[in-house]
């Protein structure tokens, strides 16, 4: 999972992940939506597949990537832990914020 983490923490990669969401894509459609030459979104793309995020298959001349969704769904998994938190915290954050709109109404 620290590699997922890695492979997503640049932000080209990032969005290279967002663009694959809607599907398999060509190397040279990632390259048309990214402001990089094709030899840095290859070097990217190579991270990913690295980092198993991505799976790649030639068709003729091209290489289309798609997303594989075991280690995302791993990554989603690791997260829930952690949503549970996130709610107790937003939970005291409305209560205070409610007290402080109290306190505001009495002045």
Avoid at 21 to 32: K, L, Y
Avoid at 66 to 73: Q, T
């Amino acid at each position: 999972m620290l590699e997922t983490f890695a492979a997503l923490a640049d932000p080209t990669r990032l969005r290279i992940v967002e663009l694959l969401r809607a599907g398999p894509r060509p190397v040279g459609e990632i390259c048309d939506r990214l402001p990089l030459a094709q030899p840095q979104v290859s070097k990217h793309l190579r991270v990913l597949r690295d980092a198993g995020l991505v799976d790649v298959r030639p068709r003729a001349q091209q290489r289309i990537y798609g997303l594989r969704a075991a280690p995302l769904r791993e990554l989603s998994e690791w997260l829930e832990r952690f949503r549970d938190i996130w709610g107790a915290r937003f939970e005291q954050l409305d209560d205070l914020l409610a007290e402080i709109q109290r306190n505001e109404e009495k002045r």
